[in-house]
């Protein structure tokens, strides 16, 4: 089986890249966004002729939450313009297509956990793009799976979990807010759960919500990563209710994960024990990025 990653250098990318040499049985095509700009109809055209990929992991994207703001043109080019072509040339080449979205296509404004079948409603522009992008690939394919997920972290790229332990080494007083319920979510959970789909070659396609269990503020996440890391003394850790950003975010954000556990008799993994499991290992294995 071939499998095309698209957006290779990213922090899902790199977890994809990472747990693939558990799956010899697949080739793989990790490319970036310099050996494969996603934008470009031609250079996909050329890539999905030369290789015909079985499968497509989308994990390019414009992922910059506070200058998508200004960046309004560029946010859906990349998330929306651009996924409509790869699913119009996955649908032709018959390749199924994974894409990963997000909790913040929701205004945030629910109590209870947001089901696959509640109304959208975003509140900044990355999640309007993002909306979009499903929005092109469910109207354009059917072998398709979309996975919701929010907070991803990790030890590659740029994410909250690496800022805040940076922050920690440089000893920075931490204000973080307490604003916001979601649940952080361990990108390495996700690339080997989308790795084991992909051998399963399952066809239960269509959209779902994958995200780590249980719920946490940024500020509850902060602290457990500096409790973990036994910082707790040397740092000091303030709740602040609101910390001033240019881009709205969702105030509530949990993501319902019911239907993703019994379509694929999987139990997702609690963000806590996620988050343990992680630092105990790159506290034995150090960092790569
Ligand atoms: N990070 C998070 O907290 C969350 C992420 N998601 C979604 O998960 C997915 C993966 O996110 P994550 O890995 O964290 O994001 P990253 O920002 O780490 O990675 C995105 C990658 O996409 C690449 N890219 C950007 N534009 C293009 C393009 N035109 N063609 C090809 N590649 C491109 C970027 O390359 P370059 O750097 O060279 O531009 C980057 O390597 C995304 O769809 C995101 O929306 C959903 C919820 C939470
Ligand atoms: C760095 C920092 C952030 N914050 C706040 C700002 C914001 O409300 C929240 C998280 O900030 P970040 O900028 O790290 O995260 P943000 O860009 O909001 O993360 C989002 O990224 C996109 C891609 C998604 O799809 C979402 O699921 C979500 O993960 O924490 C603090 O309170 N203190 C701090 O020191």
């Given at each position: ?18 747990h693939s040499?558990?799956?010899?049985e697949i080739?793989?095509f ?7 700009n996603?934008?470009s109809e ?13 499968f ?15 960046e ?7 998330n ?6 790869l699913a119009?040339t996955c ?21 209870r956990?947001?089901l696959?079948t509640?109304?959208?409603n ?11 992008g499903e929005?092109?690939?469910s ?9 919701r ?6 030890e590659?790229g740029?994410n909250?979990?690496?800022?805040i ?22 990108a ?32 509850d996440?902060?602290?457990l ?14 709740a602040?209710?609101?910390y001033p ?15 993703v556990?019994?379509?694929f ?11 343990v499991?992680?630092?105990?290992e ?8």
């Open positions: 089986m071939k499998v095309l990653v698209t957006g290779a250098n990213g922090q899902l990318g790199k977890c994809l890249q990472k040499k558990k799956f010899p080739e793989f990790f490319e970036s966004s310099q050996t494969l996603i934008t031609e250079a996909l055209t050329q890539f999905f002729n030369t290789h015909q990929p079985d497509c992991i989308n994990c390019a994207a414009y992922t910059n939450v506070e200058a998508a703001e200004s309004e043109k560029l946010a859906f080019q990349v929306s313009e651009a996924v409509k072509t119009e649908k032709t080449k018959n390749t199924k297509l994974v894409h990963i979205s997000t909790d913040y296509v929701f205004d945030g404004l629910k109590h956990p947001y696959e509640d109304s959208e975003p509140i900044n522009i990355y999640g309007a793009s993002k909306l979009q929005v092109m690939i109207e354009t394919m059917d072998r398709f799976f979309i996975f997920t929010s907070w991803l972290y990790s590659f740029h909250f979990f690496n800022t332990l940076k922050k920690a080494d440089e000893r920075a007083e931490l204000n973080i807010t307490t604003e916001q319920i979601g649940t952080p979510t361990n390495n959970d996700l690339a080997l759960f989308i790795l084991n789909l992909i051998t399963e070659n399952s066809n239960v396609f269509g959209l779902y919500h994958y995200s780590n269990q249980g719920e946490a503020t940024w500020y996440f902060a602290r990563i500096l409790e973990e890391k036994q910082l707790e003394q040397d740092v000091h850790l303030k602040t209710f609101s950003t240019k881009a709205k975010r969702p105030k509530y954000s949990v993501l319902d994960k019911t239907k556990e019994e379509a008799n999987y139990k997702v993994p609690h963000w806590r024990e996620s988050l499991g992680l630092l105990k790159v506290n034995s294995e150090g960092f790569r990025s």
